[in-house]
């Protein structure tokens, strides 16, 4: 199975930014596309970003568009979140997810290997 591990969390100011990191281990990583998602307390899990096994193809959610930045490396098996502009409303889990898919995927549902996730929390 393919393992993946978050790190990057952390508390930050409104404004801040933070870049999280996933490293991953076990099967091939350019086979799999990558996504972030994020889940708060009391709330579903939702998507942040996706990108897919090329890198050549990204997607971002509409609330983190033009803030955060996904990235990968294939030769070094991470995969990168960069957050710029935090804003209160970003405080959440942040998880790592793979898919066995060239085209990234916006649904949770498509992703089957999950980390374990990173504590984001902007405060105002």
């Known amino acids: 199975q393919v393992q993946l591990v978050e790190s990057g969390g952390g508390l930050v100011q409104a404004g801040g930014s933070l870049r999280l990191s996933c490293a991953t281990s076990g099967r091939t990583f350019s086979s799999y596309a990558m996504g972030w998602f994020r889940q708060a307390p009391g709330k579903e899990r939702e998507f942040v970003t996706a990108i897919s096994w090329s890198g050549g193809s990204t997607y971002y959610a509409h609330s983190v568009k033009g803030r955060f930045t996904i990235s990968r490396d294939n030769a070094k098996n991470t995969v990168y979140l960069q957050m710029n502009s935090l804003k209160p409303e970003d405080t959440a889990v942040y998880y790592c997810?793979?898919?066995?898919?060239?085209?990234?995927?916006?649904?949770?549902?498509?992703?089957?290997?999950w980390g374990q996730g990173t504590q984001v929390t902007v405060s105002p």
């Open positions: 997810a793979a898919g066995r898919m060239a085209v990234a995927s916006i649904s949770s549902h498509d992703y089957h290997y």
